[in-house]
T-cell receptor, first 114, second 110 residues
Framework: KAGVTQTPRYLIKTRGQQVTLSCSPI?????VSWYQQTPGQGLQFLFE???????NKGNFPGRFSGRQFSNSRSEMNVSTLELGDSALYLC?????????????FGSGTQLSVL | KNEVEQSPQNLTAQEGEFITINCSYS?????LHWLQQHPGGGIVSLFM???GKKKHGRLIATINIQEKHSSLHITASHPRDSAVYIC????????????FGQGTRLTINP
């Protein structure tokens, strides 16, 4: 069974640009969650999608948005990039139907904003 | 607001030693996750606990709901166990909105 796939692996952008990251979950998983990891703040929850609907959202500005498609693949978008958006962005998937479930993480997208 | 505190932040030990990493949280939770992150960024979920104790190979995770505390133990540690270990709490059942600890960097020397 293929794992969680994130693309691209590395990305370099300049301030003011926008970026779209992709996450393909494990087959059969309907929940995809996104996280930001920085040296200063550590790991922080961005949002979670289940069956094409945003189910939970973290404390990030509106420049951070996401969506989920009918095949459960998810994208996150960051508009008007700032230097502080440089981070490792991770997604994780699960069936989303259990009371508590282990998460399966992708390898992440390393975003550098110059 | 739920705070998650891990200790120690850094831990260096010799191969074969028994390792304990602690995690304390401040509000009631639905589940606690222990994660392992190797250099390069990939994260592996080791355990998901809502009560009691779980064991997988040389790894043991325990949780005390009343004391809001969890521990991760590694027996007979090995250099390949060197990684960052992160605990994370979930406060909404069925959802993945996690609050993370700052991580414990473990180095096992041969």
């Amino acid at each position: 069974k293929a794992g969680v796939t994130q693309t691209p692996r590395y990305l370099i952008k300049t301030r003011g640009q926008q970026v779209t990251l992709s996450c393909s979950p494990i087959s059969g998983h309907r929940s995809v969650s996104w996280y930001q990891q920085t040296p200063g703040q550590g790991l922080q929850f961005l949002f979670e999608y289940f069956s094409e609907t945003q189910r939970n959202k973290g404390n990030f500005p509106g420049r951070f948005s996401g969506r989920q498609f009918s095949n459960s693949r998810s994208e996150m978008n960051v508009s008007t990039l700032e230097l502080g958006d440089s981070a490792l962005y991770l997604c994780a998937s699960s069936t989303g139907q259990g009371t508590n479930e282990k998460l399966f993480f992708g390898s992440g997208t390393q975003l550098s904003v110059l | 607001k739920n705070e998650v505190e891990q200790s120690p932040q850094n831990l260096t030990a010799q191969e074969g030693e028994f390792i304990t990493i602690n995690c304390s949280y401040s509000v009631g939770i639905s589940a606690l996750h222990w994660l392992q992150q190797h250099p390069g960024g990939g994260i592996v979920s080791l355990f998901m606990l809502s009560s009691g104790k779980k064991k997988h190979g040389r790894l043991i995770a325990t949780i005390n709901i009343q004391e809001k505390h969890s521990s991760l133990h590694i027996t007979a540690s090995h250099p390949r166990d060197s990684a960052v270990y992160i605990c994370a709490t979930g406060i909404i059942q069925g959802a993945q909105k996690l609050v993370f600890g700052q991580g414990t960097r473990l180095t096992i020397n041969p």
